[in-house]
């Protein structure tokens, strides 16, 4: 039963390399978001500092 499941009829090769190109491919997908929010992030703030919500409400009031 269980060697059935793993061989599955000689697609083996087919459906594991599918299935580890799949989650090679999400884990990539998620370090390079990852890598690009902790940059906007630093950005951020650099730019702005500790803002705090008067801060906010300044910025908001003066963009419209």
Known sequence: MISELLFMNGYE?????????????????????????????NKFVTRFGSLTTDKAKNCKITKN
């Open 13 to 41: 090769t087919y459906v594991l390399s599918a299935f580890s190109f799949t989650l090679l491919s999400f884990a990539a997908l998620y370090l390079v978001t990852k890598v690009q929010f902790v940059k906007e992030q």
